[in-house]
């Protein structure tokens, strides 16, 4: 089967390099997708921090929250995405994702905290 984490890496990612390569288009569509994800992720960032409130001893416990899933999806994506070819790419697609996920943890913590 699969020796190594690059090779299930590869097999993964590999199939979306062929595609992104294929025209300037598809490269373009990638790297647009990226860039509207990174934009998504840091406004809703921006809105629940605002929303939440100033630093106190209850909001620092959430940020603090918020910050240990970006640090844990920052090393989780090194490990997943390939070093080898679109370092770039992934790179903008880890820090989307990890935006995304403390965002989307921010507004749990604001919903239930509301109702």
Do not use: H
């Amino acid at each position: 089967m699969w020796k190594s984490s690059t090779e299930i890496s590869n097999s993964i990612f590999y199939p979306l390099k062929i595609w992104a390569e294929e025209t300037s288009g598809n490269w373009n569509m990638l790297v647009g997708s990226g860039f509207v994800l990174v934009l998504l992720g840091v406004l809703l960032l921006y809105v629940y921090i605002k929303r939440i409130g100033k630093a106190d001893e209850r909001t620092n416990q959430i940020y603090l929250n918020s910050a240990s899933i970006m640090l844990c999806g920052v090393v989780l994506f090194d490990l997943i995405f390939p070093k080898e070819y679109m370092w770039q790419i992934f790179f903008l697609f880890k820090y989307a994702f990890v935006f995304i996920a403390a965002g989307i943890y921010l507004a749990v913590r604001y919903k239930k905290e509301l109702s």
